[in-house]
C-alpha cells in the first residue's frame, strides 16, 4: 500500500497543499490505492526518511519520493501498465511545462489567500505559519491579503492562456484529463480549501474545467472539505 | 507550393511577425517548400480571399487559411505522413496550451519593442501603426518604450516556467523540438527581428534555447535579418 503524507488544517480531513493534490489525482488516474497520512508543516520528524521538509513525500515500500514532478514521473515509471500520465509520444516532456506554469501559479494567488489559510491552520502550525510567510512577504498576513477585491481583475486576467486552451478542449489533455490537469488543478483545488473568495468568475471557461475537475474519481477532490 | 504571405520590414527580407515564424518553421518541420511573400499592415487587399486582416495567411491550392494554430493544425492534418508537429498522443490538446501561452508573451514584450519595430517598418505602414498602436496603448511609443531597463527584472521573472521546463530538457517538446517550441519561439524571433535591445539575460537557459532554435533547419530564423 502506498503511503501520502498529505498537508492538512485543524480539520485533519481538509487537505490544502496544491502539490499533494496533482499526487493524490494522479494516483486516482493511475488507479492505484493511497493511505493519507495528514500532516502538519512542523511534522518535519515524520517525513525526515525524505531528505526534506516538504510535502508531498510519497512512500512505495522502502521508497521515499519528494516533489510532485519527480513523484509524477516514478508513478509513471514504476507502473507502466497503469492509464499514462502523460498521453504517451512525446507527452512528459510538454506536460513538464503546464507543471511549471501551475508552480507559477502560487505567486498571483497567495495574496488572495494567505490570511485564510491562517485560519484554517492546526494550533502548532500557527505560529510557524505566520513569522516564516510575514518573514517572506515583508508585512503582516492582514496587510498581504488586504485589498484583494481590487487586485481581482488583474488576477484573472493573467489566466488568460487556460481560458484560451480551454475554450477550445474540455481538458488541458484534450477529451479526457491527465497531469498536465491535475498540475494545474491543484491550486485552485489549495484555494478552494482554504478560502471561500472567489477567484473565477462563474461563466468562465476555467470555472466550468474546475467543476470538471471536482467531480472526477467519483467527486475525489469534492469531498475533501472547501468553499 | 505553397504560399505563405509573411510581415516584413522596410527591408523585404526583415520578417517579424511572431505568428508567421510559427508557421515558417512548422513548415520546414513538415519539410515542406513554401513561397512566402513579404507583405505590409496596410497591404489588406493582398490577403482578402482569407477573409479577414492579418497575418499569416497560408494559400495551399485553392485554400486560403488564417491564425497560426488552425494552419498549425490544418499542416498536421493535410500532411499525416511528414514528421508530427504534436508529438503524437495527447500532443496535439497538450501543445494547445504552449500556443496560448505563447500568445501571451506579447503584452509583456511589447513595451520593450513598440518604438523600435516602428523604425524597421516600410514607409507606407508607419502612419497605420503609429496610429493604431498609440491608440491601442493610449500613449506615444516613445513614452510607452521609455524605461525599459527598469522593467527588465519583472520581464524576466515572468518567464519563470519556460526557465524550469528548459533547465530539464532542451526542447519544450523533449529531446527536439516541435510546434510547443515553435510557437514559443515565434515571440524571441519577433524581438531579435527588430530590436538590439536584449531582453534575456546571457546565462538564462531561455537564451541558450533560442540558440537552439536559431540553429534548426540550417539556420533558417538566424538567417533572417535581426540583432
Redesign the interface.
Given at each position: 500500500m502506498l503511503r501520502l503524507y498529505d498537508l492538512a488544517g485543524a480539520d485533519p480531513s481538509r487537505r490544502f497543499s496544491p502539490y499533494c493534490w496533482r499526487i493524490r489525482l494522479a494516483l486516482a488516474h493511475k488507479g492505484l490505492e493511497v493511505e493519507t497520512v495528514p500532516w502538519r508543516f512542523t511534522d518535519k520528524a515524520a517525513i525526515a526518511p525524505s531528505g526534506q521538509g516538504k510535502v508531498p513525500v510519497l512512500v512505495d515500500g522502502d521508497r521515499w519520493l519528494c516533489e510532485s514532478w519527480t513523484i509524477a514521473s516514478y508513478l509513471e515509471d514504476a507502473y507502466p501498465d497503469r492509464p499514462?500520465l502523460?498521453?504517451?509520444?512525446?507527452?512528459?516532456?510538454?506536460?513538464?511545462?503546464?507543471s511549471?506554469?501551475a508552480?507559477?501559479l502560487g505567486g498571483p494567488m497567495l495574496p488572495f489567500l494567505a490570511r485564510d489559510i491562517f485560519d484554517r491552520l492546526a494550533e502548532a502550525d500557527r505560529d510557524y505559519f505566520r513569522q516564516s510567510r510575514e518573514a517572506r512577504f515583508g508585512t503582516t498576513l492582514e496587510a498581504f491579503t488586504e485589498g484583494r477585491e481590487a487586485r481581482l481583475a488583474g488576477f484573472r486576467a493573467g489566466l488568460?492562456?487556460?481560458r484560451?486552451?480551454l475554450s477550445?478542449?474540455p481538458?488541458?489533455?484534450?477529451?479526457a484529463p491527465?497531469y498536465?490537469d491535475y498540475a494545474l488543478f491543484g491550486h485552485f483545488q489549495w484555494a478552494r480549501a482554504v478560502s471561500p473568495f472567489q477567484l473565477l468568475a462563474a461563466d468562465d471557461p476555467v470555472a466550468a474545467w474546475r467543476k470538471r475537475m471536482l467531480d472526477l474519481f467519483g467527486g475525489l477532490a469534492r469531498r475533501s472539505p472547501g468553499y
Open positions: 499514462s502523460f498521453g504517451g509520444g512525446a507527452g512528459r516532456a510538454l506536460v513538464r511545462f503546464h511549471a506554469v508552480d507559477s488568460a492562456p487556460l484560451a486552451t477550445d478542449q481538458f488541458f489533455a484534450g477529451e491527465n498536465a
